[in-house]
């Protein structure tokens, strides 16, 4: 009987995603769940909703345990074969708060900050620590688990546990199984397609669609003249917007295609939050301060959705494109499952971009776990751009595993918005105003 842990178990929704996938799995369906979480509010309501979904789509069959706070995170970890991971250290308040409103004094301005630039920097130097303190359990007490990470920013915090602990792991992301579908729905040619194929290789959040075809044709001839078609209209001041202009203006220049969507972009890259030029903003739909909205309407949300998941006795789920049961289930029945998955490149997957470095490709999954598939070189345009995200991505791991504030001053200056909007002093300054407003959730750096 396998058991998975759920860090994070607060996270109610997509607890219910990747845990309600697995009661519908024959594999999974004895399972002990484990769920933790350091928010007692929280973890009750995923408990509740859980055992009531454990009943009604699994006949009661799996162990539902609930585990609250960090003395009994060992308890959780103990035996585990899966750990999930869905943690948010810091949360809204005060954390995204800081990560935006502090940089805004400096004139840097930024839309998700959750994987990159100096929020990302940030979030990865309140999250790592506490993922390193998750890692020493689950090298005691489960060594042989698997950890899934879902967690942002996803490059870092899966580069981090995969380079400096003992712990087997792959980090997940949503944005690599439904991009060639996405892309064909934004030029209207979905309806069209009849045996999609498509390949997918890079970094997480910046990954590129080197391959889609429709029974082997090449469907990017056409895919490219829609879409500078989408955008020249577009960009006309006073048009109506699209939400992908900036990903189709990347692939018009860098001849590929983007996995993660435009709002996220606009910050990985030099080009197009600029002090200077601030008529880009509208010209391609950049949508600023956009996570903090996003976590004002799911709060508020939350509020309605919660009873409604909680308190629905008659609650049911069908199963999600996660990868999260996938995985699990081709390791218990040993039949193979492809995923894209963000693995260490110390296998030369990507032979043109650093070892050292988390790359996104191709895995096959069964019982022998995770194993990643030669992909050989990016198009050098491609790998280039990917270079600039992975030296300040490199250098914050560095940081937390040092504890040493100039890895923090380096990483920033080498983050390509951060560098391409502010001095040297202002990096410093900026970095050190954030580290005091996080007081106690960063570490000492010296």
Known sequence: MPKITFMGAGSTVFAKNVLGDSLLVPSLRDAHIALYDIDPTRLKASKLMMQTLNKNINKGRAQITAHLGPRSRRTALRGATYVVNAIQVGGYEPSTVIDFEIPKKYGLRQTIADTLGIGGIFRTLRTLPVMFDFAKDMEAVCPGALLLNYTNPMAMLT????????????????????????????????????????????????????????????????????AAQMNRKARRKGATKHGDMVRFEMMKHFGYYLTESSEHSSEYMPYWIKSQFPELIEEFNIPLDEYPRRCINQIEDWKTRGAEITKNRKLSHDRTHEYGSYIMDAMETDVPFRIGGNILNDGNYITNLPRTACVEVPCLVDRNGVQGCFVGDLPEQCAALNRTNINPQLLTVEAVVTRKKDKIYQAAMMDPHTAAELTLDQIVSLCNDLIKAHGKMLPRYS
């Open 159 to 226: 580069g981090g546990i995969a380079r400096h602990t003992d712990v087997k792991v792959v980090g997940l992301c949503h944005s690599v199984q439904g991009c060639a579908n996405w892309l064909l729905r934004q030029v209207g040619m979905s309806s069209k397609v009849k045996k999609l194929g498509w390949n997918i290789a890079g970094i997480n959040h910046q990954s590129w669609l080197l391959e889609i075809t429709d029974g082997g044709n090449d469907l990017y001839p056409e895919i490219k003249r829609r």
